[in-house]
């Protein structure tokens, strides 16, 4: 089976503008999360979504928003970018049939200018 | 006091010896638990999860869970240079969905 996907791997904005990555689960997996990686915070929650429904949902502002399609694939989205947004975005993809292990993507750089 | 805790490291492993690294959470709502190691500059690669008071063995790799203590800990057996990362305690509810809380990592060394 081919892994999880995220695009693009890498991004880099500037302050103010918005930007939208994506997420393609484990083939047969319906169920992705998101996560944002910082030094300084670590790993932390964003959202999860299963069936194009968003199941949880993170201590994050309503800036960072995502939406899940018929297909499994995800996306989420940053409005009005801050330099403190600047972190690895990490989706994961979840095995609802192996107590609920998360793998996941390689992940998308972001750098805010 | 941090959901999930570890010790941030270094651990310095002589290679060959074991490794052991230790998971204290505070939520006794935390039904599974996971370890990820993750080497630097790529994404967290799950090693094993256990949801069960006692032992997990998988491979040179073990996990130990006391609900009653609140506590995970992690062994690697026989450690390899390749071994070297940062090793990430994660905790799940499960039937509140599917969040991980996570440890901010101990990164291990170790040295040939």
């Known amino acids: 089976k081919a892994g999880v996907t995220q695009t693009p791997r890498y991004l880099i904005k500037t302050r103010g503008q918005q930007v939208t990555l994506s997420c393609s689960p484990i083939?047969?997996?319906?169920?992705v999360s998101w996560y944002q990686q910082t030094p300084g915070q670590g790993l932390q929650f964003l959202f999860e979504?299963?069936?194009?429904?968003?199941?949880n949902k993170g201590n994050f502002p309503g800036r960072f928003s995502g939406r899940q399609f018929s297909n499994s694939r995800s996306e989420m989205n940053v409005s009005t970018l801050e330099l403190g947004d600047s972190a690895l975005y990490l989706c994961?993809?979840?095995?609802?049939?192996?107590?609920?292990?998360?793998?996941f993507g390689p992940g998308t750089r972001l750098t805010v200018l | 006091q941090k959901e999930v805790e570890q010790n941030s490291g270094p651990l310095s492993v002589p290679e060959g010896a074991i490794a052991s690294l230790n998971c204290t959470y505070s939520?006794?709502?935390?039904?599974?638990f996971f370890w990820y190691r993750q080497y630097s500059g790529k994404s967290p690669e799950l090693i094993m999860f256990?949801?069960?008071?006692g032992d997990k063995e998988d491979g040179r790799f073990t996990a130990q869970l006391n609900k009653a203590s609140q506590y995970v800990s992690l062994l690697i057996r026989d450690s390899q240079p390749r071994d070297s990362a940062t090793y990430l305690c994660?905790?799940?509810?499960?039937?509140?969905?599917?969040?991980?809380?996570f440890g901010g990592g101990t990164r291990v060394l170790v040295k040939p």
């Open positions: 994961a993809s979840i095995a609802w049939d192996s107590g609920d292990t998360q793998y």
């Open positions: 083939s047969g997996h319906r169920s």
């Open positions: 979504y299963f069936s194009e429904t968003q199941r």
């Open positions: 939520d006794r709502g935390s039904q599974s």
């Open positions: 256990i949801y069960s008071n």
């Open positions: 994660a905790a799940q509810r499960g039937a509140a969905g599917n969040k991980l809380t």
